[in-house]
């Protein structure tokens, strides 16, 4: 395929799969505008914060592995989020949800410091350890709090299909345009993060102030982490899966890279919540669906980076 056909076929591609999501086995007016249509906008928007957040870290950190769900920040959002429902204050675990993300991010930044500086191989550990331990906290809230066992399995598993409240659907519509404003603040740093890739040391010499761009990107990532992960759950391998497909595709500028990323990474997690929906007579967790894709492709990466 052509660079340039990539983002025509996306959009034709998601207008489709995107009007099928809608209306597949009902043409109620009433069902499309107050179940599917905040289903379809929650789904998109986490799609795309997730692929976004993961072409950033691979760029950033220079290594295709990086995630937020490998990092462990997604186990950090999903416990603030889990604590803030749990005390029942479900209007604020989008706020509880990012704390938690943030709280993870600073853990693991700081145990990536090797000598005073950045270590990005320990960040990938790192993010690992944390995120087994926080999933280790969120097994025994479960054991614990087993009447809400139904809210925490929907946050460690996925769950795209959340109930929203009038209340609770205009502030996520407002915190949903706060991230798309987060989005385009990320993306000014595209070129940057093309010249972050060739090395610090470089990124150092041309006049970039290498630690404080990561530090601004992880706070903004995090952000965007908690409010998804405080709706959606836990979505494993979206981050990896589409910043890595779409640069085979369209080439490595991150300017070109992170927009195409933004699309194909909405549009997957709808198609994986379709199937999520209509694959078996019991609705399945979306968190299913993209294992079953990424845990085989995240194999197929590490395989590909020993002979490479």
Known sequence: MKKNALLPVLIVFGVLLGFFYLTAGSADSNIILNVRLPRLILTLFTGVSLAGIG?????????????????????????????????????????????????????????????????????????????????????????????????????????????FTLAEYRFFL????????????????????????????????????????????????????????SYAGIIGFVGLIIPHIVRLLAGTSQRRVFPLSLLAGGIFLLGCDFLAMHLTPLELPVGVITAFIGCPFFVWLMLRRKTS
Not at 55 to 81: C, H, K, R
Not at 113 to 141: C, E, H, N, P, Y
């Open 55 to 163: 072409s950033v870290y691979q760029m950033m950190l220079n290594n295709p592995l990086a995630e937020p769900y490998i990092l462990g920040i997604s186990s950090g959002a999903a416990l603030g989020a889990v604590l803030a429902g749990l005390a029942g204050m479900f209007l604020l675990m989008p706020l509880f949800g990012f704390a938690g993300a943030m709280l993870t991010m600073l853990v693991v930044w700081t145990l990536a410091q090797k000598k005073g500086q950045f270590d990005k191989t320990r960040l990938l550990l790192s993010g690992i350890i944390a995120g087994m331990f926080i999933s280790a906290i969120i097994s025994l809230v479960m054991y614990l709090f087993q009447k809400d066992t139904m809210l925490i399995l929907g946050t460690l598993m996925g769950n795209l299909g959340h109930i």
């Open 174 to 229: 407002a915190l949903a345009g706060a991230g798309t404003v987060i989005l385009y603040i990320i993306y000014r740093d595209s070129l940057t993060l093309d010249v972050m890739s060739s090395g610090d040391l470089y990124a150092g010499s041309v006049g970039i102030n290498v630690h404080a761009i990561r530090r601004r990107l992880f706070v903004l990532s995090s952000l965007l982490t908690g409010i998804a992960v």
